[in-house]
């Protein structure tokens, strides 16, 4: 290149606008590093490797703001500050007893030149990843202020294997897609998209967190986010070409991201990594990232399993609305008996007896109070006032009739997404429950959010949760949300707040038109349940025939629903089923009337991404395992080494596998349940046929 050619290069324009690159620092915990910089334009920057292998390369950070001077440039390091950590807590109820929370922590303050404003950046690398937020400390030029966006990147360096679902503002209910970075294309799929909820995906090229990688070389890389508090969510822009993930917030109705007042905090950015699959899926980093519970009194809060009035509607059995089908009358005057309301005292009392004879803690019922003949698709504010009874539910005689026999009950408030007519009527609603002895709620947000425009996933509704959340506590119910934004660890500050939905449940096999895919339970570990658990309502054993669609079918075995309760941690598991459907096969429910809901010890024996699963789990405060074993489309042999059980002790292991001739198609309901004794030096041959699964018990023998 000529001399004159140089100065008119962009490389030399580049030199000439900016100064050179500034150093901060490295931060390192086991095989986690982590190098930050100032670039040439005052941009701050991380690197993120793992025993050498980079996993983020170079990344800006950075905020844009509304009518503020933005915060992505011509920053100058202020200061810096160390800190180290390494304490053990126990959670209230979880997948272990105790969890370590070690991390080195550096915070990086940032004084913009131009306009004297301040940024601070605080940086926790931990041996299974690192965790970052943005600060915005109390300062006279900033004070109330609008996030316009912000400019986190995360530069993957690879076009990455990875687990995706559409950025939708609004619902997290899709299949995940499994394709290579350069290939994310959201739009066949939102147009395809046959869920229940209005959809908003305005990037064709955007993706949400949890979001799952893995890159050529075994690094499982998960990036999402932790304590998502007063913030919306972040979803991510993919960038196809350069592999580069931006941060896009879900917006309010008008545009902005994010109105915040100075001191404020933004929630973590995570970035989970290891060269196992196991180790993702035993990360306790996101619930690490949350602040404790300041809740002295947890005595009541009971991680429970319940059955309830519920498939029956979603298999059209049975209806929400007391007056759909109205009892009619043939021409000679014979009554038609067309009434089929699931909420009517008598029946929700043969699921009380049932829950009664089978440890089963709870029963949720649905359709109980007025308002469902007009909830859905109209988009009407005041559907439901959450008090009152259809003339056929005598809650009164329900709920004394569940205490009698030591059964809860469990809530129902639909808000068919008017989540401002629910914080009108919530100290109404719960103090309802207080009376009538519910000990949950469990709250849905179905539809467009009315009135006011916001998004599901928007500043407003995440601050609407952790409201109803906070009422919960107050009135000492526990709480599991549908239609929420995806959980980001905030079950260790509100111990209440036991599940979320916030992804394709089980119910998809009710009335969508593809259902859920084989694969798909084996993708859920790894995306949406690395926030928090999932009320996922597993337990279907009749697996066929549901449904007036013919052909419609759940697609697993019945051995892989009993899986789902070990493989798919909740503190609150549904047996989603009917209870005609569980009574010809009680050797098989068995399974569930004996796992448990909370646990001391949860081992990952076998796991990958879209494939296959197995876990092993202690139960909680008794020397019970048990295990779960699932595997996507492929039929899958292994040999589980018992090494996990308790050194020296005995175990009666009752193994519940599929069928001899189990077919996902063609015979799914086929199990076979076989018993041994066994000890810690013992080894397990499962045998998992296509969309099958394994379930085991292992009874401590004293
Ligand atoms: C959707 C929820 O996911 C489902 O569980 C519930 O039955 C319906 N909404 C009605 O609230
Ligand atoms: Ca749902």
């Known amino acids: 290149m000529s001399a004159r050619n140089l100065f008119l290069s962009p490389l030399f324009i580049l030199i000439l606008n900016s100064t050179s690159a500034q150093e901060i620092g490295n931060l390192r915990l086991g095989k986690t590093n982590l190098h930050l910089f100032l670039d040439g334009y005052g941009r701050p920057n991380y690197e993120v490797s793992f025993n050498g292998k980079a996993v983020i390369e170079a990344s800006h950070l950075g905020m844009v703001l509304a009518e503020d001077e933005n915060l992505d440039k011509n920053f100058e390091v202020i200061g810096t500050r160390k800190n180290s950590f390494d304490q053990n807590w126990q959670p209230v109820w979880g997948e272990v007893k105790n969890i370590r929370n070690h991390y080195e922590e550096l915070t990086v303050r940032l004084r913009q030149k131009q306009s004297g404003n301040l940024l601070n950046i605080i940086f926790r690398v931990f041996e299974d990843g690192v965790g970052f937020r943005y600060e915005f400390p109390l300062q006279p030029g900033l004070k109330y202020f609008v996030v316009k966006d912000e400019v986190t990147q995360f530069h993957m360096g690879g076009d990455h294997k990875t687990f995706w679902i559409p950025a939708d503002y609004d619902t997290n209910e899709y299949p995940y897609t499994t394709s290579r970075l350069s290939e994310v294309d959201n739009t066949e799929l939102v147009k395809k998209s046959t869920d229940i909820a209005v959809r908003v995906a305005p990037d064709p090229n955007g993706v949400q967190t949890p979001l799952m990688m893995k890159t050529n070389d075994g690094l499982y890389i998960n990036i999402h986010e932790a304590a998502l508090v007063n913030y919306p969510a972040m979803q991510l822009h993919v960038d196809r070409n350069n592999f580069i993930l931006t941060s896009t917030l879900v917006p309010d109705p008008v545009g902005s991201k994010a109105f915040l007042h100075a001191p404020a905090l933004t929630p973590w950015r995570t970035i989970i990594v290891s060269d196992n699959a196991a180790d993702i899926l035993a990360s306790k980093m996101i619930l690490n990232l949350n602040e404790p519970t300041t809740l002295k009194n947890t005595s009541w809060i009971k991680p429970t399993k319940f059955v309830g009035v519920w498939w029956e509607m979603q298999t059209e059995k049975a209806t929400w609305s007391y007056s759909d089908f109205p009892d009619s009358t043939d021409a000679h005057g014979n009554l ?24 089963i803690g709870a029963v949720l019922v649905e359709g109980w109070n007025t308002g469902w003949e007009d909830w859905f698709g109209k988009w009407k504010e005041d559907v439901f006032d959450f008090v009152t009874p259809y003339p056929d539910f005598d809650i009164k005689e329900i709920s004394s009739y569940a205490k009698s026999k030591g059964v809860k009950m469990i809530m129902h408030n639909e808000t068919s997404g008017s989540a401002t007519n629910y914080e009108r009527q919530m100290d109404t609603a719960f103090r309802l429950m207080n009376k009538f002895g519910y000990t949950s709620v469990k709250t849905g947000y179905v539809g467009k959010i009315i009135p006011r425009g916001e998004y599901h996933d928007g500043q407003w509704m995440v601050r609407h949760y952790e409201r109803a959340a906070k009422k919960a506590l107050q009135y000492h119910v526990m709480i599991d949300m549908h239609e929420p934004v995806r959980p980001t660890g905030l079950q260790r500050t509100y111990p209440n707040w036991l599940a979320c939905e916030a992804a394709r449940g089980n119910e998809y096999n009710a009335f969508s038109e593809f259902g859920n895919k084989p694969e798909h339970e084996t993708i859920l570990p790894f995306t949406r349940l ?25 697609q697993t075995t019945l051995a892989k629903q009993l899986a789902l309760y070990v493989t798919l941690y909740s503190p609150i598991q549904m047996a989603a089923d009917l209870p005609e459907n569980y009574e010809g096969h009680m050797d098989a429910f068995q399974f569930i009337k004996d796992v448990p809901v909370d646990w001391d010890d949860t081992k990952i024996l076998e796991a990958e991404p879209g494939d296959y699963l197995t876990i092993a789990r202690k139960e909680k405060g008794k020397g019970n395992w048990f295990l779960g074993a699932i595997t996507d489309e492929n039929s899958r ?55 099958g699964g394994a379930a085991v018990s292992f009874m401590e023998i004293k």
């Open 336 to 359: 038609i008996p067309n009434h089929r309301h699931g909420a009517n005292t008598q029946n929700v009392k043969r699921y009380i007896d049932f829950a009664a004879k089978n440890n």
């Open 530 to 554: 690395m926030g928090g658990p999932m009320d996922y309502t597993p337990g279907i054993f009749k697996l066929r025939g549901y449904s007036k669609v013919a052909g419609r079918q759940v």
């Open 637 to 691: 042999k292994t040999k589980i080494s018992l090494g996990f059980l308790d050194r020296g002790k005995k175990y009666r292991a009752r193994i519940y596998a599929d069928g001899d001739n189990a077919d996902l198609h063609n015979n799914p309901e086929s199990y076979k349940i076989t018993e041994r004794t066994v000890s810690s030096i013992d080894e397990l041959d499962l045998n998992l046929v296509a969309g």
